[in-house]
């Protein structure tokens, strides 16, 4: 814990030693420095720097810029998807398109994103090409997923294949890139890399689901709005897998309330019902099981061939702090 | 001529080749796709190309994936611009983000960046951290130039040095780039490659004071409407030159055009009109000269220590045809 606590500090005072904020013009370099330091969690360096240690040996300081230009790279990306989803607030602030404009959060997160590509290379310059290769099939993927979420939005025939590579994209694409891209830098054979890939992604799916999960069933104390997914009409593997296994006539009871406009309330609470009576919560606890236990045995084989207990127990932290 | 025609369709097949129109989701690649097929002239990656082969004697062939990079750049910083300016039309045909929406231009621009990157550094694995580190600090400049020209536009007190810092970065810098990251693959001196650099960015800064110029003083035959610049009150080199040596009345008469809503064509002939007074043209030629005399210097010293000659001949052609 005090070590991974350790880690998050050193991410954010190197973010803040980049001094992006004395940069010309300020209002390029002012928004980004402002979602920056909104700080957030810092998971994605820390993966990043957990797993370079893992395979060199190494302390894992080692890959700070590395580690920190996948969470600069992750703030481009919100910078951006705030714009596409027209979100007023992140973090608990004004989100930089509400502040400035568009325009200044279109431009800043362009700057951010190339900014990002140095530090890749930074610490490594012999692992250059591998990484910035990878680091581009990882930002292809994010992108991809983005796109594949706004095209589900409106595609009423959606899957849950379909949803499911949309998130192994969205969300769990940047944390495979983490263990990645540390495995790279430290040398890993091909095979350790992409069983880490495999790692982070089946991880990232599952902490995805239990995202989805927690909106509409949260734990006790959990503070959250409850059902804002269900309000939003957002398909989720909840949505989707009640529509594949519903009766016709609990279809049309879905379809009804999809169609419902008034009395969010009303809506979250009969849509619950007939989650309730589809088992949902358990078909999706499963789901997530099966992902968990993917992870669970990569990590079972990868701690037989390299240090890996710190990425799993730093992962297995941030989940238990999810559940 | 014919090895730069043969460059230039070199260069076509070969983002052609990258069969981006087939990769999924379509509503991501689709407007990249669309974007690259309008063409354009492919000046960078040829540039790129030539300044390759000026530095390592191989043929320029062998820097294709660079200078294609640089061209992706390039069509990446058009779909945001047009976006930012609102512009309807490009190339002749209509935007990415008038045929699609801001939300794919931003995000197929985003992805179309991401993807630049690896082709960055497919050909020179050896020379990959020296390569991204070029390739962000002028994506840098470039997005801070794009930055600083919608902060002149607001700025009623822009002075002519802010004018050309913006256009060096805005325009001149990706020139800049091309040439540095030409003479970085070839393997180039360090005293080398920043007179290469330095010659890029003259010729760029000549090259944007010249369609400044041509935009009221257009040559015969030219086609294009008419003091465009002026109407949008656009603060060229020419309009912040007047400004500043304006007496007293002719400010006003200035500062009373900059403000006129209407009529049109009576607001471009009254601005000429005063221009002609205040010899804007000559002006104007005059420090083109300066920044080509700059390049030819470079050129010249270029020459003893590098095959230069194909460089300097690729630009003077670009040159002749928008003189």
Redesign the interface.
């Known amino acids: 814990m005090t070590e991974k606590t350790s880690l998050k500090s050193l991410v954010d005072q190197h973010i803040q030693s980049l001094n992006l904020a004395e940069r010309?013009?300020v209002?390029?370099y002012g928004p980004i420095d402002y979602i920056l330091s909104l700080k957030g969690k810092r998971i994605r360096p820390i993966l990043t720097m957990l797993a370079y240690q893992s395979v060199s040996g190494d302390l894992p300081q080692k890959a700070l810029n590395l580690g920190s230009a996948i969470e600069l790279f992750h703030n481009f990306t919100l910078l951006?998807d705030d714009?596409?989803d027209k979100a007023p607030v992140r973090r608990g602030k004004p989100t930089v398109h509400t502040i400035w404009d568009?325009?200044?959060a279109?431009?800043s997160?362009?700057?951010l994103?190339?900014?990002s590509?140095?530090l890749?290379?930074?610490e490594f310059?012999n692992h250059?090409?591998?990484l910035?290769?990878e680091?581009?099939?990882t930002?292809?993927e994010v992108?991809?997923g983005?796109?594949?979420d706004?095209?589900l939005a409106e595609n009423d025939s959606a899957t849950i294949p379909q949803y499911i590579q949309m998130i192994r994209k969205k969300t769990a694409a940047l944390l495979g890139g983490c263990m990645s891209m540390g495995a790279i830098a430290g040398n890993a054979s091909e095979d350790i890399r992409i069983k880490m890939k495999t790692f982070g992604e089946s991880v990232g799916i599952a902490f995805q689901l239990q995202d989805d999960l927690m909106d509409a069933f949260p734990p006790e104390g959990f503070g959250k709005q409850v059902g804002g997914d269900i309000i939003e009409n957002k398909k989720t593997f909840l949505l989707l897998k009640a529509q594949e296994i519903a009766n016709p006539e609990q279809k049309e009871k879905i379809e009804n309330l999809l169609n419902q406009k008034d009395n969010p309330e009303e809506k979250v609470r009969e849509m619950l019902d007939i989650f309730e009576v589809l088992n949902i919560r358990e078909l999706t606890a499963q789901l997530i099981e099966e992902y968990i236990q993917k992870a669970r045995e990569l990590s079972k084989e990868l701690s037989r061939e390299i240090q890996f207990e710190p990425v799993a127990a730093f992962l297995q932290e941030i989940a238990n702090r999810k559940l």
């Open positions: 010309e013009p209002n390029l951006h714009i596409m568009n325009n200044v279109i431009l997160g362009d700057a994103f190339a900014y590509m140095e890749v290379v930074k310059p250059a090409a591998a910035i290769q680091y581009t099939q930002c292809l992108c991809e983005q796109m594949e706004m095209d």
